[in-house]
């Protein structure tokens, strides 16, 4: 059974970062696209970051150069680093496996002086 399970989030002032990570169980993650999502109240999910099996990235604009989306085949895990954080940034993240379509429950981050 493929379940996502992700951690790292909270509350980090302005400017700060934080980095969140997603544990993946069951098998075949290395053959998995993973993607990490956000939610802000009142809004629609959205794509943030997306890693492909052979590692290639890509970004939403609002977020490329402040956020890294990087996964570890060994771990099981993929990991979103997130730098220069902005209060528009604040909203509940999750993971998603491409493959089979597996969301993790997410985890609140909230950017806030």
């Known amino acids: 059974q493929v379940q996502p399970v992700e951690s790292g989030g909270g509350l980090v002032q302005p400017g700060g970062s934080l980095r969140l990570s997603c544990e993946v169980s069951?098998?075949?993650?290395?053959?998995?696209?993973l993607s990490w999502y956000r939610q802000a109240p009142g809004k629609e999910r959205e794509l943030v970051a997306v890693?492909?099996?052979?590692?290639?990235?890509n970004y939403r604009d609002s977020v490329k150069g402040r956020f890294t989306i990087s996964r570890d085949n060994a771990k099981k895990t993929v990991t979103l680093q997130m730098n220069s954080l902005k209060p528009e940034d604040t909203a509940v993240y999750y993971c998603?496996?491409?493959?089979?379509?597996?969301w993790g429950q997410g985890t609140q981050v909230t950017v806030s002086s």
């Open positions: 069951g098998g075949g993650f290395s053959f998995f696209v």
């Open positions: 998603y496996v491409v493959q089979g379509g597996y």
């Open positions: 890693i492909g099996r052979d590692g290639s990235t």
